[in-house]
């Protein structure tokens, strides 16, 4: 329920929130429709903060809205995530380039952060889905940010958020996770030791292997997806369909 006292932009950012958080964790499918009445008495709000959170995903590309049928969420569009997938090869071996060209004594407190976090035992590593795709979303978005151009890391967390529906698909196989584990620890220490053919070839393979994954993604998994998520406990404001 919105505090009484909740101003008008505040709510329509919890909704807009929501919205989102309900696309990547399949509360909402791709294809989905629904209307701001709906929406609005879910979240107990009126249209109006509920329009404006519906109208920033439309723009943000998550949503389509239809004369006299309402919204719906983007179907996913193939195409334009081979695209996003190339962009991210281009973005993140810059960044490993630029990387390895620094002095060996030198490592960024982000590349510290992330050898903490991936270069760890089995019995260390995570195996929660979820918390693991979005680890390796930092992992990613951190060597752009290590690499030190702002806007470079600003277009890749862009294109990060608008992939990170499949990612989160791609966590829900156990074998993908303890792959990425061994992979990231390869990366890592090709880029500790300065070695950047090494380095900008496993992370390339790294990524067209997640690439490849996005293919084979079918409604089943999609929906497979959807039926874990409907096993845990239901959270205020989730169900628009009830």
């Given at each position: 329920?919105?505090?009484?006292?909740?101003?008008?932009?505040?709510?329509?950012?919890?909704?807009?929130?929501?919205l989102?958080?309900?696309?990547?964790?399949?509360?909402?499918?791709?294809?989905?429709r629904?209307?701001?009445?709906?929406?609005?008495?879910?979240?107990?709000?009126?249209r109006?903060?509920?329009?404006?959170?519906?109208?920033?995903?439309?723009?943000?590309?998550?949503?389509?809205?239809?004369f006299?049928?309402?919204?719906q969420v983007?179907?996913?569009?193939?195409?334009?995530?081979?695209?996003?997938?190339?962009l991210?090869?281009?973005?993140?071996?810059?960044?490993?380039?630029?990387l390895c060209?620094?002095?060996?004594?030198?490592?960024?407190?982000?590349?510290?952060?992330?050898?903490?976090?991936?270069?760890?035992?089995?019995?260390?590593?995570?195996?929660?889905g979820?918390?693991?795709?979005?680890?390796?979303?930092?992992?990613?978005?951190?060597?752009?940010?290590?690499?030190?151009?702002?806007?470079?890391?600003r277009?890749?967390?862009?294109?990060?958020?608008?992939?990170?529906?499949?990612?989160?698909?791609?966590?829900?196989?156990?074998?993908?996770?303890?792959?990425?584990?061994?992979?990231?620890?390869?990366?890592?220490?090709?880029?500790?030791?300065?070695?950047?053919?090494?380095a900008?070839?496993?992370?390339?393979?790294?990524?067209?292997?997640?690439?490849?994954?996005v293919?084979?993604?079918?409604?089943?998994?999609?929906?497979?997806?959807?039926?874990?998520?409907?096993?845990?406990?239901?959270?205020?404001?989730?169900?628009l369909?009830?």
């Amino acid at each position: 329920m919105p505090r009484a006292t909740e101003r008008p932009q505040s709510l329509a950012e919890r909704i807009y929130a929501q919205l989102k958080d309900d696309i990547f964790e399949f509360r909402l499918m791709p294809g989905e429709r629904f209307s701001e009445g709906q929406v609005a008495e879910r979240m107990a709000a009126s249209r109006t903060p509920v329009r404006q959170a519906l109208h920033r995903l439309q723009r943000e590309g998550f949503l389509d809205v239809h004369f006299r049928s309402g919204w719906q969420v983007r179907p996913l569009d193939f195409v334009q995530f081979d695209e996003l997938y190339e962009l991210r090869i281009v973005l993140e071996l810059d960044a490993v380039r630029r990387l390895c060209q620094r002095p060996k004594d030198e490592h960024p407190p982000a590349l510290q952060d992330l050898a903490r976090t991936w270069m760890v035992r089995k019995n260390e590593q995570l195996q929660d889905g979820s918390a693991v795709s979005q680890l390796d979303e930092a992992f990613h978005c951190q060597l752009l940010e290590a690499a030190g151009n702002r806007e470079m890391a600003r277009v890749h967390r862009d294109v990060s958020e608008k992939i990170r529906i499949l990612r989160r698909l791609d966590f829900t196989q156990a074998r993908r996770i303890d792959l990425t584990y061994a992979e990231h620890q390869r990366i890592l220490e090709a880029i500790l030791t300065r070695r950047s053919e090494e380095a900008q070839q496993l992370l390339k393979g790294h990524i067209e292997v997640s690439k490849a994954e996005v293919h084979s993604i079918t409604l089943h998994r999609l929906y497979g997806a959807r039926q874990r998520v409907e096993q845990m406990p239901e959270q205020p404001g989730h169900d628009l369909h009830a």
